[in-house]
């Protein structure tokens, strides 16, 4: 029963967001990627919204659901009848009565199961399509014959894409930027950027931006974008990491596509908050530093996590603490044994979560970590109490791991100001709370 309900809902309201499309025409920018989605919708909200009316996607809406509920402007009702009545009722209502609505809409589109986006594409009209990273095994490949199959159903966005359209390729993955051959529509254009030589927009020299005298913890990253000819410099704060500086890049290549001069493309970006559990800076307890990467785990974005990790010099230990890296299938035992032997070489201190994390420690051991910096647990929370008595003044703690992990419980109890999590950690809703 529970199940024909959402399927008659997932049908109603997706009817009503195609027509919505139809009615009050938005320019639409989509994002997909098996990597860094979430942040990248909101650099690129932060540069439209500057000069336009402009709606993205709430939090990660990028589900069969979620989608449809941006493009009406309706909140996720979750198992509540009346709410879902309610949300099918405001549809109607714009469908039928003329009301406000953005000049552009920046939705996140994500694929869960084969034919998620191949089928989305038939009815969403794309002026902009940004495709990030695709790594060689990425998320949700436990659902799909093959990496390949993942990489095609993301690929399924550019027919999307309407004529005179702009497709945005993130350069440095050779099987994102190996997609260009894709491109149907006419007139379209490619723009690509990263930090790979001759990308149309390029990020150099990223370092580490600390607080005035360069002393004292990380406080979030400085680069260099050079676009047409162009070079200036963005800081970000409060994330680190090369991959967390992407999504200002990305943003910057929709803003190119629209032909905005760098200086104001800069200048809006100033605004861009990186989302919660995204390489976000949180001060802990003890002098601790943490780095908030609980929103989900693959293997490419873990490691990605441990090297920028490895760029920090903290007076203390580094500590990594990972839960499981779910949906992936028959790569699982491999790849967590690939992030346990790249944590072996980078922390000092190894605290996992899940069953099959413990491959990572397996790992880890294998690979010179001694047994002793490694702890096991089986519940989040409980590494996460056990941690506060481990960790000491000058730790640098990167907590990461799979959504249904539920890591930020670890961030919660080592945070300096845990009575702030539910504006700074993800998941923090009622229904989250939950379960």
């Known amino acids: 029963m529970r199940t024909l309900f959402k399927n008659a809902v997932v049908c109603i309201i997706t009817l009503q967001a195609r027509a919505v499309l139809r009615k009050y025409k938005p320019r639409v920018v989509a994002v997909t990627g098996s990597v860094g989605?979430?942040?990248?919708?909101?650099?690129?909200?932060?540069?439209?919204?500057?000069?336009?009316?402009?709606?993205?996607?709430?939090?990660?809406?990028?589900?069969?659901?979620?989608?449809?509920?941006?493009?009406?402007?309706?909140?996720?009702?979750?198992?509540?009848?009346?709410?879902?009545?309610?949300?099918?009722?405001?549809?109607?209502?714009?469908?039928?009565?003329?009301?406000?609505y953005p000049e552009w809409l920046v939705l996140e589109v994500g694929a869960d199961r084969p034919g998620d986006i191949r089928s989305l594409a038939g009815w969403l009209?794309?002026?902009?399509?940004?495709?990030?990273?695709?790594?060689?095994?990425?998320?949700?490949?436990?659902?799909?014959?093959?990496?390949?199959?993942?990489?095609?159903?993301?690929?399924?966005?550019?027919?999307?894409?309407?004529?005179?359209?702009?497709?945005?390729?993130?350069?440095?993955?050779?099987?994102?930027l190996g997609l260009q051959h894709r491109l149907p529509?006419?007139?379209?254009?490619?723009?690509?950027?990263?930090?790979?030589?001759?990308t149309d927009v390029r990020g150099e020299h990223i370092?580490?931006?600390?607080?005035?005298?360069?002393?004292?913890?990380?406080?979030?990253?400085?680069?260099?974008?050079?676009c047409g000819g162009v070079s200036l410099p963005l800081e970000v704060a409060g994330a680190v990491g090369p991959h967390a500086f992407l999504p200002a890049l990305a943003a910057a290549a929709v803003g190119r596509a629209l032909d905005k001069e760098?200086?104001?493309?800069?200048?809006?970006?100033?605004?861009?908050d990186p989302p919660p559990g995204r390489m976000r800076l949180l001060p802990g307890i003890k002098g601790a530093l943490i780095i908030d990467d609980t929103y989900n785990a693959s293997p490419a974005a873990t490691i990605a996590a441990l090297d920028t990790l490895a760029m920090i010099a903290p007076k203390g230990r580094k500590v990594f603490a990972i839960g499981d890296m779910l949906e992936l299938g028959r790569h699982s035992v491999e790849e967590h044994r690939k992030v346990g032997a790249h944590a072996a070489q980078t922390a000092n201190l190894l605290v996992t979560v899940g069953f099959r994390a413990r491959d990572i420690a397996a790992a880890a051991l294998d690979n010179g970590m001694p047994d002793n910096n490694i702890l096991q647990f089986e519940d989040s929370g409980k590494a996460g109490r056990e941690l506060q008595n481990l960790i000491g003044e000058g730790d640098c703690i990167l907590v990461k791991g799979s959504q249904s992990i539920r890591m930020e419980r670890v961030v919660e109890e080592l945070m300096q100001e845990p009575e702030q999590a539910e504006r700074l950690l993800v998941r923090q809703d009622a229904e989250w709370k939950k379960r």
Request: no cysteine; hydrophobic share 45%.
């Open 37 to 100: 989605k979430t942040s990248t919708k909101d650099a690129i909200y932060a540069v439209l919204a500057k000069s336009y009316r402009v709606r993205k996607s709430e939090k990660s809406f990028n589900s069969e659901i979620g989608l449809p509920l941006t493009i009406l402007g309706a909140p996720n009702a979750w198992s509540n009848p009346i709410r879902w009545l309610t949300n099918i009722v405001d549809g109607l209502f714009l469908i039928l009565f003329d009301a406000p």
């Open 185 to 198: 529509a006419p007139d379209a254009k490619i723009i690509t950027f990263g930090f790979a030589e001759g």
């Open 207 to 226: 370092t580490l931006l600390k607080e005035k005298g360069g002393e004292g913890w990380p406080i979030g990253m400085t680069a260099t974008i050079t």
């Open 125 to 176: 009209p794309v002026d902009i399509a940004i495709i990030t990273r695709l790594p060689e095994v990425p998320v949700h490949v436990e659902f799909f014959d093959s990496p390949e199959a993942v990489i095609e159903e993301k690929a399924s966005l550019i027919d999307a894409i309407k004529p005179g359209g702009t497709l945005a390729l993130f350069a440095d993955d050779p099987r994102t």
């Open 262 to 272: 760098l200086g104001d493309i800069v200048g809006a970006l100033e605004s861009y």
